[in-house]
Nanobody, 124 residues
Framework: QVHLVESGGGLVQAGASLRLSCAAS????????MGWFRQAPGKEREFVAA????????KYADSVKGRFTISRDNAKNTVFLQMNSLKPEDTDVYYC?????????????????WGQGTQVTVSL
């Protein structure tokens, strides 16, 4: 069982940076591939990035490649999303999620555990 809590969201201007954190409880955090997703009201949940259990492999959505970086610290049971050069279209609620069996999948249906989300708003 993994309980996830996101933090670090906020209101920033276009071009700014934010760093999201996702703290996990449970003793098996390092067994899980971790992902970040985002969702706007009335829209499907969208894949952003994923990182393998040891941080050795990552995957990004095309829309964030070169601007966002996912990382993890298994000693602190935390996964991060560094977001640079933010754009208004990055405005969404951001969720972290974990899956144990499906690797770097971008399909939210394969993630078993989800946080409550943190709002990111980027203004012009």
């Amino acid at each position: 069982q993994v309980h996830l809590v996101e933090s670090g969201g906020g209101l920033v201007q276009a071009g700014a940076s934010l760093r999201l954190s996702c703290a996990a409880s449970g003793r098996t955090f390092s067994d899980y591939t971790m992902g970040w997703f985002r969702q706007a009201p009335g829209k499907e949940r969208e894949f952003v990035a994923a990182i393998s259990w040891n941080g050795g492999s990552t995957k990004y959505a095309d829309s964030v490649k070169g601007r966002f970086t996912i990382s993890r610290d298994n000693a602190k049971n935390t996964v991060f999303l560094q977001m640079n050069s933010l754009k208004p279209e990055d405005t969404d609620v951001y969720y972290c999620a974990g899956n144990r069996a499906y690797g770097l999948t971008d399909n939210p249906r394969f993630y078993n555990y989800w946080g409550q989300g943190t709002q990111v708003t980027v203004s012009l």
